[in-house]
């Protein structure tokens, strides 16, 4: 840790957003500390100083990619029926795991190379869990608002999700197209039910009591 007076001589956020990149293309297990430190522009000493060991700098460097990629999930939950919010989900994960000039795929599921219980693991797994708890509480809502039919079954919709955007992440990285993820976004929303209401109605309704 810096003392007081000696401010780090380089930037946290650039630092980490090099680790992200290194992670995302090499995984957690092929990153060497030397490989990730020549990357953040600093020396080991350093990185030890400023974020600990590599499974520490690995969940720092997750959390600094959910800020900087993720704001498609924040984007989707808002939208104003759980439809739109399932399509804008798909579509950003389709256009995130495809970003020009970036690696492919996404960095919770590039960094597994190998299966493994141990706490980095542990880390990208809790990463999916709370982006599906966010989905099926935001369908749930959907069902209480008269938004999806009374019978369907919030957790199984938010898993669908889930999965759906694993299996873009590793399609990208094999090379698969934007164009063709995006197809299979589209193709996704047959599969999923069809609102119980006019969203304009509701809308409508609501504006006129405000």
Known sequence: MAGPGRPRAF???EALDAAVEVF???????????????AMGI???????????KAQLFRAALYRYVERNMGYVTEAL????????????????????????????CLSVQAVATPGDSGE????????????RLFADRF?????????PADEDPDE????????????????ADGTPRESLLAMANRAMAAFPQPTVDPSATTSKENSHG
């Open 140 to 148: 749930r809502r959907a069902i209480a608002d008269g938004d999806l």
């Open 78 to 105: 808002e939208r104003p029926t759980a439809r739109e919010c399932a399509q804008s989900f798909l579509v950003g994960n389709a256009l995130a795991v495809t970003m020009p000039g970036g690696p492919t795929g």
């Open 11 to 13: 930037d946290t956020d």
């Open 121 to 132: 693991y542990a880390v990208l797994a809790e990463n999916r869990a709370t982006v599906q």
């Open 157 to 172: 919709l938010a898993t669908f999700l889930i999965t759906l955007s694993s299996g873009f992440a590793v399609r990208a």
């Open 24 to 38: 995302w293309r090499r995984g957690f297990a092929d990153a060497s500390l030397s490989e990730l430190a020549g």
């Open 43 to 53: 020396n080991k000493p350093s990185v030890y100083g400023a974020f600990g060991d």
